[in-house]
T-cell receptor, first 115, second 113 residues
Framework: GDSVTQTEGPVTVSESESLIINCTYS????????LFWYVRYPGEGLQLLLK?????QKGSSRGFEATYNKETTSFHLQKASVQESDSAVYYC????????????FGKGTVLLVSP | EAAVTQSPRNKVAVTGGKVTLSCNQT?????MYWYRQDTGHGLRLIHY???????EKGDIPDGYKASRPSQENFSLILELATPSQTSVYFC????????????FGSGTRLTVL
């Protein structure tokens, strides 16, 4: 089946440092998956951070960016300078190119940003 | 702003009891989903629906039923709750378009004793 593997947390960084959370995927049943990063802030539900549906393209939002690399089957999340408010759980996910977005999620990576 | 509301936020149930988790969305979305998340696992899909009156099995449907009586409401039903169903449950809605964004509720923490 399909699967997503991401950096095991918690990941602890200091404010203004750079961040990378690794994500690799295996899409055995989907030829051209859509790739997503969702984020869950404390006490809230998951919300979309960014998505990319075309291999080779980069998505960006709130200073975060990720590039869809079909050759390495990766979709790493990066940010040049994190803020304390970025502390959250980050989920990488893949989905079908259809109307039912039955996502396959990674386990989530806890990010802790210290002031 | 898209809104998905789950109730209750927390629930303690006894083994063998019936549990109903409710989800309401005001987004007028066709698709709704129920996921659970356990330590060491990503979110896993239990049931989903593409409109009122429809329910479909997801990846881990055993022990769960779902009901979609209206566009806005989607319930997850545990007829005979077991301790293995202790988890955090998330409901989500989506518009049904390709690469749709899912809008999630805040989750229900269920403990089955």
């Amino acid at each position: 089946g399909d699967s997503v593997t991401q950096t095991e947390g918690p990941v602890t960084v200091s404010e203004s440092e750079s961040l990378i959370i690794n994500c690799t995927y295996s899409a055995t049943s989907i030829a051209y998956p859509n790739l997503f990063w969702y984020v869950r802030y404390p006490g809230e539900g998951l919300q979309l951070l960014l998505k990319v549906i075309t291999a080779g393209q980069k998505g960006s939002s709130r200073g975060f960016e990720a590039t869809y690399n079909k050759e390495t089957t990766s979709f790493h999340l990066q940010k040049a300078s994190v803020q304390e408010s970025d502390s959250a759980v980050y989920y990488c996910a893949l989905g079908e190119s259809s109307g039912y977005n039955k996502l396959t999620f990674g386990k989530g990576t806890v990010l802790l940003v210290s002031p | 702003e898209a809104a998905v509301t789950q109730s209750p936020r927390n629930k303690v149930a006894v083994t063998g009891g019936k549990v109903t988790l409710s989800c309401n969305q005001t987004n007028n979305h066709n698709n709704m989903y129920w996921y659970r998340q356990d330590t060491g696992h990503g979110l896993r899909l239990i049931h989903y629906s593409y409109g009122a009156g429809s329910t479909e099995k997801g990846d881990i449907p055993d022990g769960y039923k779902a009901s979609r009586p209206s566009q806005e409401n989607f319930s997850l039903i545990l007829e005979l709750a077991t301790p293995s169903q202790t988890s955090v449950y998330f409901c989500a809605s989506g518009a049904g378009t390709s690469a749709e964004t899912l809008y999630f509720g805040s989750g229900t923490r269920l403990t089955v004793l």
